[in-house]
């Protein structure tokens, strides 16, 4: 292959065959600056970054909280989302912590505000006794 068939990585400095790159239609020759291998490698230490802040943000507010029943806020550990109505759940809140971007005004964050608007913060306790008493009066079981 011909020089025009390779690019330098801007991440790496390797040179490597232009199917090293993913595609894309903005750049002067239609590919990424950088390669495949040091792309995968970026987007995987920021998806750890995203999913370590969207726990944070979890935890912080569960601990402010606390339980609405009790009280109780020693340990976020304890303390569980529990949609009011199930049939206005969307997604599980815990799946979010994957997804919230760093940005105030990123559309994860405004979609992980309204799913909080449909929940209550309870401890372990608390909400198995709500389910519990919840699944009797809906005769889930004998």
């Given at each position: 292959?011909?020089?025009?068939?390779?690019?330098?990585c801007s991440k790496c400095k390797e040179t490597k065959d232009i199917i090293g790159f993913y595609h894309c239609s903005k750049s002067a020759d239609k590919h990424q600056s950088m390669c495949k291998d040091c792309t995968k490698k970026a987007n995987k230490i920021r998806d750890a970054e995203r999913n370590r802040y969207g726990r944070a943000v979890l935890r912080r507010l569960k601990t402010m909280k606390g339980c609405v029943?009790?009280?109780?806020k020693a340990h976020h550990a304890a303390l569980e989302f529990n949609h009011r109505n199930m049939g206005d759940k969307t997604k599980n809140i815990t799946s979010f912590?994957?997804?919230v971007m760093l940005s105030n005004k990123s559309t994860s964050k405004k979609k992980l505000k309204i799913e909080l608007s449909?929940?209550?913060?309870?401890?372990?306790?608390?909400?198995n006794i709500f389910t519990y008493e919840q699944m009797k009066t809906e005769k889930w079981w004998n």
């Open positions: 292959m011909g020089q025009l068939h390779r690019k330098q029943h009790c009280g109780y912590a994957n997804v449909k929940c209550d913060i309870v401890c372990a306790i608390c909400h």
